[in-house]
């Protein structure tokens, strides 16, 4: 499908963009015509990022920042507003799994998921949403999970963070929308990423056979509908939950 730069002149914020989902995303919002503000924890992380992305046309910049970390990620919304003048998309997608059985699940192990997964996406809500109250606009999307509606043994840490996002979310929106924000979850299921190659042969059979459409996902099947929620054509969705799982918890 060509490009119709429906996002041209605008910054997109994309934490969790050297690989995976982040990387996707950054990619096709790129596509449309926006700026992307690609943050990962290393500058060099990133490399693959910003080079599909400027092969294309685009316009890139890195920004590397442990999310977890609320005075950084509060001097990174600084230079990339300083950078780029604006942000008008900010794309909370940067988490980690430390899985383990509750029993022998430790502090450290549930602090870093948490930190990492829903505090840092308040560390950069914040910052960027009072920018976007200026501005009155602004798109804010929030990476969640099917594991945050169901659960999952081994993932209590996971689910928590995942299930905080969303009511994260909810509560975002209500918050902003008097000011044109919107604020949505997205809650992909069981995508191709660095964080399920590793499937064995026996639980990838497993799986599709919980998944009716009988495939994993794609990244680009996430980035579409980070896309979607970017658009024009979303401007009267806020504080929705979008499962893109294959039917998997429908």
């Known amino acids: 499908m060509p490009s119709t730069n429906f996002l041209a002149n605008q910054t997109a914020l994309v934490t969790g963009a050297s690989r995976g989902l982040g990387k996707a995303i950054a990619i096709a919002l790129a596509r449309e015509?926006?700026?992307?503000?690609?943050?990962?924890?290393?500058?060099?992380a990133l490399v693959d990022t910003l080079a599909a992305i400027r092969a294309s046309g685009g316009t890139a910049e890195p920004f590397a920042v442990d999310v977890a970390d609320g005075a950084a990620t509060e001097a990174v919304v600084e230079k990339v507003a300083a950078q780029f003048g604006h942000i008008d998309i900010l794309v909370n997608n940067a988490g980690v799994t430390?899985?383990?059985?509750?029993?022998?699940?430790t502090t450290e192990a549930w602090?870093?998921?948490?930190?990492?997964n829903l505090k840092g996406a308040f560390n950069f809500t914040k910052p960027v949403g009072r920018l976007m109250v200026k501005q009155r606009s602004g798109r804010i999307i929030n990476i969640s999970s099917v594991i945050g509606l169901m659960g999952n043994a081994g993932q209590a840490n996971?689910?928590?963070?995942?299930?905080?996002?969303?009511?994260?979310?909810?509560?975002?929106?209500?918050?902003?929308?008097?000011?044109?924000?919107?604020?949505?979850?997205?809650?992909p299921g069981f995508i191709e990423t660095d964080m399920t190659k590793d499937l064995g042969e026996d639980l990838r059979k497993k799986l599709l056979e919980r998944i009716p459409l009988q495939r994993l996902g794609q990244p680009e099947d996430v980035a579409g509908v980070a896309l979607f929620?970017?658009?024009?054509?979303?401007?009267?969705?806020?504080g929705q939950i979008l499962t893109v799982d294959g039917g998997m918890v429908m």
Do not use: H, Q
């Not at 015509?33 to 500058?43: K, P, Q, T």
């Not at 430390?98 to 699940?105: I, K, N, P, T």
């Open 33 to 44: 015509g926006a700026s992307i503000a690609a943050v990962a924890r290393s500058e060099e």
């Open 98 to 105: 430390r899985d383990g059985l509750l029993a022998r699940m």
């Open 229 to 238: 929620l970017s658009s024009p054509a979303a401007s009267y969705i806020t």
């Open 111 to 116: 602090d870093t998921v948490i930190d990492t």
């Open 158 to 187: 996971y689910a928590a963070s995942k299930a905080g996002l969303i009511g994260f979310t909810k509560s975002v929106a209500r918050e902003f929308a008097s000011r044109g924000i919107t604020c949505n979850v997205v809650c």
